[in-house]
């Protein structure tokens, strides 16, 4: 009769459900552990692997104000004799790699956010990779917030090597970035940079 047939299609789905219920919690206690145990190994392998780098790391906190070092390539160039950089130990040749846990990858990157830092904080952190001593070109930026014209007569500068001497000052005490950085037009002055012609 119908009512039988209904009653056996009800009996089959309950049946069917039941199984693929059960069927999917079983899988799910077998696997579960499995993804999270995957999970955390990964996740272990990608601070083991940041660890080397951390590990390296002397991070500097600075008070607003000029800190005192000169910077290229993210590479420190001079320190100021009686400046916040040498009283906290900041030596030629340490690599910037972070500043207020932001991760830097070239001078202009660093020259803002330092700019930013002396703008809106008090107090602020530079991040150095001191194991590295390789030192680069003279430098043109000034850590505590912009480019420095090294070619003052300034007794403790240590690189004399021709410069423009056009940079200026903005509200905040920053010296204003030379034209290359941001300049996009192909001027002489520019190409030469980029055909390592000049020295500057």
Known sequence: STDSVYVAVEAWIDDFLGRTVVEILVSFCLFAPFVCCLAGTNRTHALRN??????????????????????????????????????????KGWKIVMINSNYVHSDEEAFLLLQESHRSMTKFSVGFQPHSMAVASPAVVRGGGGYDDLHRNDSNCEHKEPYDHSSREDQHGFAMPPPEFNSHEDSPRTQSRKTGSMSV
């Open 50 to 91: 940041r660890q080397p780098r951390m590990r390296s790391l002397r991070v500097v906190h600075f008070f607003h104000g000029d800190v005192g070092f000169t910077f290229r390539n993210q590479r420190v160039q001079k320190v100021k004799r009686r400046s916040q950089a040498e009283k906290e130990g900041v030596k």
